[in-house]
T-cell receptor, first 112, second 117 residues
Framework: GESVGLHLPTLSVQEGDNSIINCAYS??????FIWYKQESGKGPQFIID?????DKRQGQRVTVLLNKTVKHLSLQIAATQPGDSAVYFC???????????FGGGTRLMVKP | DTAVSQTPKYLVTQMGNDKSIKCEQN?????MYWYKQDSKKFLKIMFS???????INETVPNRFSPKSPDKAHLNLHINSLELGDSAVYFC????????????????FGPGTRLTVL
């Protein structure tokens, strides 16, 4: 599912499978990117970030990939669990000030 | 302990009324923000404050007036509420304002769902 800003795409995966959530960003000057997870009725929660001098960063069960050439960011979740069901947002931060511009979000649904 | 808290969680009011939403953070951060999330889940920044000073005002109508009595609090007052103001409003905080070598992670509150009838 790719975030395009005007609607909320949905990615449905089987529990235990890997998930890949994609995001296209527009500002080639952005140097910091973040993935947030928003569960129903809650505020966004930081998952993982990456700076533009890297193309890959790994966390616990999550990996973020950055392709600056095509301005594309992806979040990979290994062994997806029901608790991973949420809306996922990518955000870009630029040096004009700590202002985050959020993508449109992708809903991840995990089937048991 | 809740890091970023907002009150109220739900707010239902009539068009034309004036209402306030309060936000407090106990993280010792210097910067606080207000975001608006519409029905399509699109999140957009409204304001940011650094050490009680307004830093960013993203073309928000002047019916919206943020107030920061101290750096742990950033309240949002809205005058003459309109139907289009219905949304979920999130407060957030972070330590740094400008991008730098350290993390710029923002911590979000639980949100206030505003419904204007």
């Amino acid at each position: 599912g790719e975030s395009v800003g005007l609607h909320l795409p949905t990615l449905s995966v089987q529990e235990g499978d890997n998930s890949i959530i994609n995001c296209a960003y527009s500002n080639s000057a952005s140097d910091y990117f973040i993935w947030y997870k928003q569960e129903s009725g809650k505020g966004p929660q930081f998952i993982i970030d990456i700076r533009s001098n890297m193309d890959k960063r790994q966390g616990q069960r999550v990996t973020v990939l950055l392709n600056k050439t095509v301005k594309h960011l992806s979040l990979q979740i290994a062994a997806t669990q029901p608790g991973d069901s949420a809306v996922y947002f990518c955000a870009e931060n630029n040096n004009a000030g700590n202002m985050l511009t959020f993508g449109g979000g992708t809903r991840l649904m995990v089937k048991p | 302990d809740t890091a970023v808290s907002q009150t109220p969680k739900y707010l239902v009011t009539q068009m034309g009324n004036d209402k306030s939403i309060k936000c407090e953070q106990n993280l010792g951060h210097d910067t606080m923000y207000w975001y608006k999330q519409d029905s399509k889940k699109f999140l957009k920044i409204m304001f940011s404050y650094n050490n009680k000073e307004l830093i960013i005002n993203e073309t928000v109508p002047n019916r919206f007036s943020p107030k920061s009595p101290d750096k742990a609090h950033l309240n949002l007052h809205i005058n003459s509420l309109e139907l289009g103001d219905s949304a979920v409003y999130f407060c957030a905080s972070s330590q740094l304002l400008a991008g730098g070598p350290g993390t710029d992670t923002q911590y979000f509150g639980p949100g206030t769902r505003l419904t204007v009838l």
